[in-house]
């Protein structure tokens, strides 16, 4: 069985500012102000790059009053980290295996 790690998650993780994000979030819910001061990055560029982590279900978002706050969906990290363990599995269980060439 051929063990399958989500490559469209990873392509949204890949992303220096979008990492440093998640980690920020990791530890404390921050609305869009908090996050622009942690990271220096523009307002616009930083929704734009919350926007994808939404689509990609990493964050959720949590209005309040006029500021929207994000927090981190961990069972979305928790499964990419379980697919990651799995490969690491399949590596062990293979390491003896060697395909014979022709």
């Given at each position: 069985?051929?063990?399958?790690?989500?490559?469209?998650?990873?392509?949204?993780?890949?992303?220096?500012?979008?990492?440093?994000?998640?980690?920020?979030?990791?530890?404390?819910?921050?609305?869009?102000?908090?996050?622009?001061?942690?990271?220096?990055?523009?307002?616009?560029?930083?929704?734009?790059?919350?926007?994808?982590?939404?689509?990609?279900?990493?964050?959720?978002?949590?209005?309040?009053?006029?500021?929207?706050?994000?927090?981190?969906?961990?069972?979305?990290?928790?499964?990419?980290?379980?697919?990651?363990?799995?490969?690491?599995?399949?590596?062990?269980n293979a390491a003896d295996n060697k395909r014979a060439c022709p």
């Open positions: 069985m051929m063990t399958s790690v989500d490559t469209d998650l990873i392509r949204v993780l890949a992303d220096p500012l979008r990492l440093q994000i998640v980690t920020l979030l990791a530890n404390e819910t921050l609305c869009t102000t908090h996050l622009v001061e942690e990271t220096g990055a523009r307002q616009t560029n930083l929704s734009n790059h919350l926007r994808v982590l939404r689509e990609a279900g990493v964050v959720e978002t949590e209005p309040c009053g006029r500021y929207t706050y994000y927090k981190l969906r961990p069972d979305v990290i928790a499964s990419l980290a379980g697919q990651f363990a799995d490969l690491a599995e399949s590596a062990r």
